[in-house]
């Protein structure tokens, strides 16, 4: 029976037919898709299972993730649009299902979005709590202060690290071990602000209060440390605009040439 929610109904479709394909695995796309009433539910389960530890049973732990999903509808609009994101940039990436079940990044993501909403709840030991989790789970790092907007893909994410005052906007692509880092011991903003479609290739380092505009594409190993105006490429240490990428919204493309206009 279809829901009212296509993307859970294409999600649902592909466990079943994946469990058809390897039954050594039917149990596994039962308990995390096809046992599950909705998509909100599956990821709450599924993170639970990833995230539980001595410290929180899997229950609670699902429990948290449950309660953060149910009160704010942003964190689902923002699941489906990051599933699609996936699907969508990364080759490798065949079917709907593949990031819930699969990809750290996407994953990691999700906590985050569950702590951040903690956050603005002034719920912060517990926030810091998931922060610390996902970081040993996973090893990727997002302060749950950070903003982060919807449609973002966060590629393998190894070493993925993100501050608190850090802003990213929407349809954003982050390779591994990139930083968003802080400059300076003071309080207040001191992270960067990222436009909506900027790419962000491998093993960059972005660092200080300052903005990288929209559809930028930062080239891997780059060190930033000055904003970045709209669509430009910049590469280097320290960073230097080099041009202007060919894609109006390199994230969406995600080609690591150098290719300019």
């Keep these: 029976m279809e829901s009212n929610?296509?993307?859970?109904?294409?999600?649902?479709?592909?466990?079943r037919s994946a469990s058809l394909k390897e039954p050594m695995l039917e149990d596994f796309f039962r308990a995390s898709i096809l046992d599950q009433p909705d998509l909100e539910s599956a990821m709450s389960f599924n993170l639970a299972q990833l995230l539980a530890s001595p410290a929180m049973a899997v229950h609670k732990m699902a429990e948290v993730i449950a309660e953060a999903l149910a009160a704010d509808s942003r964190i689902g609009k923002?699941?489906?649009s990051d599933i699609r994101a996936s699907f969508e940039r990364d080759a490798a990436c065949d079917l709907h299902l593949?990031?819930?079940?699969?990809?750290?990044?996407?994953?990691a993501l999700q906590l985050q979005r569950v702590a951040h909403w903690l956050w603005g709840q002034g719920r912060k030991p517990l926030a810091l709590f998931i922060q610390n989790q996902v970081s040993e789970t996973f090893a990727v790092d997002i302060h749950p202060g950070a903003q982060m907007g919807s449609g973002i893909m966060l590629d393998h994410a190894t070493g993925l690290v993100i501050g608190e005052t850090a802003v990213i906007g929407d349809n954003v692509s982050i390779l591994h071990s990139v930083t968003l880092g802080g400059s300076g011991c003071q309080g207040g903003r001191r992270h960067p602000r990222v436009g909506d479609g900027v790419m962000i290739s491998a093993g960059a380092k972005i660092l200080g209060n300052i903005s990288?505009?929209?559809g930028v594409?930062?080239?891997a190993g780059s060190l930033v440390l000055e904003s970045v105006p709209e669509h430009v490429t910049v590469v280097g240490v320290p960073a230097k605009i080099v041009g202007r990428p060919v894609e109006e919204l390199p994230a969406l493309e995600m080609d690591q040439s150098l290719q300019i206009n």
């Design 78 to 80: 923002a699941i489906r």
């Design 98 to 107: 593949t990031p819930i079940l699969y990809y750290k990044g996407f994953q």
């Design 212 to 214: 990288i505009g929209e």
């Design 5 to 15: 929610d296509p993307p859970w109904d294409i999600i649902v479709d592909e466990a």
């Design 217 to 219: 594409k930062i080239g």
